[in-house]
């Protein structure tokens, strides 16, 4: 049997295909079809003529909720809410938008005022109803709603985290006069305290909702037709994946769907060959994410946002910008030169794709410079054309006075800086150096900008594992199945027994047991973890600090938090403390493939296919270029030089050496190292 994972981009759709028999992996890259994500999808799978039924396993990561969001293109939706409390989202936590500018107006919201409704309903701070809902008010509003055509309705009570029963007897209701449309419960989506942030999140869900179900909807439908009938696991924010019917209900939980798979993937490798201090680098064709793997172990974060709006959902601490292969070069108001967020995405694409775009990009200033070579088609299907390239890099220089070769080098040497820039919040901004961690980059541009990223940062070593254009396809296979559960109980922990803890916790877990117990998972195939948001008494936000698994009193609780605190921040002092909000993972262990070892032997006069012209440092030189495949384990070579393979090609500059580990990883390390 066979086991695919599917990976859409916003430039291209990348497949990997692995064989439980032999053991081998193979991929495939077609170009992204943005109007209809599936239809890429369904032609990949056609590409590589996959008999649908001989596939046991099927991941994927989709952008369908991350565009919805950003491209303003959801669903008619609309609020019901606490009396009272109507301008939550649109007030927001009433700070502006842009620091220094006192006309900065705030974005408007995703469901207009007009669209939110009040409800005289009231649930105490402690969850003791005050006020139940008036049945015939919550009728009245929902025919209302039936009225104005609204397909998707976001419910968020005050303090309904505390209890749900006010929210969940309203959207019973809601549902019956609305059977067509989608009903998100706050209580349900993000069940913690900070009104604004689940009000929000509820929101977003609700936003994505219909869109996203029929995305899901006509891809079951398509891949049925084609004979797969099994069920489809979807990566979600937090690093591991739900069933399509979970996904549906919240699918605000896959906004971070192909960042997320490529930094599993990145553990998964890094662990295989011992290297547990990472930062990952991941840079396609759109955006370029970015995630610090400290021992062998990511940060999770609640403090996410999609655009202008946060949410405050368990995700994987990435740092994302938009700096692309496809990001366009363009000048502002001061004919300064900058690089992105613009991107030429997959339609038009770079001007080098002949599919109508004339704005010079990334894509465009490495094949004028020889970094990318115009011989290999690009998705299988795309020839760059170095004529139109130079075409578009001209057009922009001469806006400027700066020649050819300069404008294509300026051009890099800014879009490098925003990523290094980008890597820094997560690192040196946080206390970390990152000399002391390897580069791991992939994506379909991110190997050829990676030296020279390393050299900006000081980093001595870069790794670019196998596959590394369709690498978050592949952590699509090797991501287990994860369940974050959360519940907001603010109290200090000197006020709190032990023993509550513990009964709090083991609540928790037998709920998350059950789930996993639902979807197949035998108990040897469940793993739990858990976690406290903790803060000094008097601090307004919070800390997540793992709960040591020999935790025997509120002292080891308190201890932990300190340690860190410290870990975080350098600095320390004992002084009381508090709980916000009790967390607990749930993962269902999967099998996984495995890399198979990298047979040594292969000589570089092998592995050498070309020769090319590529310029550095203001002039031009010719250097070899080599296939990957052709590169056994142990081979080393100096720089430069290019290799290439299926989806990337990796630059190796003048000052850095390169080798290919047992792995088969390819190391660059930079010669004073």
Known sequence: MQWLGVDVGGTFTDFVLYDQASGALSVEKVPSTPSDPSLAMLAGIERMRLALERVAKLAHGTTVATNTILERKGAASAVITTRGFRDVLEVGRGNRTVLYNIKATRPPPLVPRSAVFE??????YDGSISRAIDPGEIAAIAEELKRRGVESV?????????NPANERATGEIVRRALPRAMVSLSSDVLPE??????FASTALNAYVGPRMARYLGALESGLAERGYERPVDIMTSNGGTWPIPRIVERPVNSVLSGP???VIAALFVGNSAGERNLITYDMGGTSTDACLVREGAYAMSTDGRIGPFPLKLQQIEISSIGAGAGSIAWLDAGRAIMVGPQSAGAVPGPACYGRGGEEPTVTDANLVLGRLGSERLLGGEIRLDAALARAAIERIGRKVGIGLQAMAEGIIALVVAKMTAAIKEISIMR????????????????????????????SARVIVPPMPGNFSAFG?????????YARTKVVATAALPFAELTRIFAEMREEARHRLAEEGFAPAEMRFELRLDMRYVGQAFELSVVVPEAAAAMADIDEAFLAAYEKRYAYAVPGPAEIVTFRLSAYGLVAKPSLPPLAAGGSLADA????????????FQTIAVYERAKLGAGTALEGPAIIEESGASTLVPPEFKASVDGFGNLVLARRSA
């Open 193 to 198: 305290y900070r009104e604004y942030e689940r």
């Open 476 to 484: 699509l296979l090797v991501a287990d199945v994860r369940h974050d």
């Open 608 to 619: 050498k296919c070309a020769e090319r012209a590529v310029a550095f440092a203001g002039r």
């Open 154 to 162: 976001a419910i968020c009570y005050l303090h309904a985290y505390a």
């Open 119 to 124: 409800a005289m309903e009231r649930t105490l």
């Open 260 to 262: 997320a798979a490529g």
């Open 431 to 458: 206390g970390h150096d990152p000399r002391d961690f390897a580069l791991f980059a992939y994506g379909g541009a991110g190997p050829l900008h990676a030296a020279l990223v390393a050299a900006e940062l000081g």
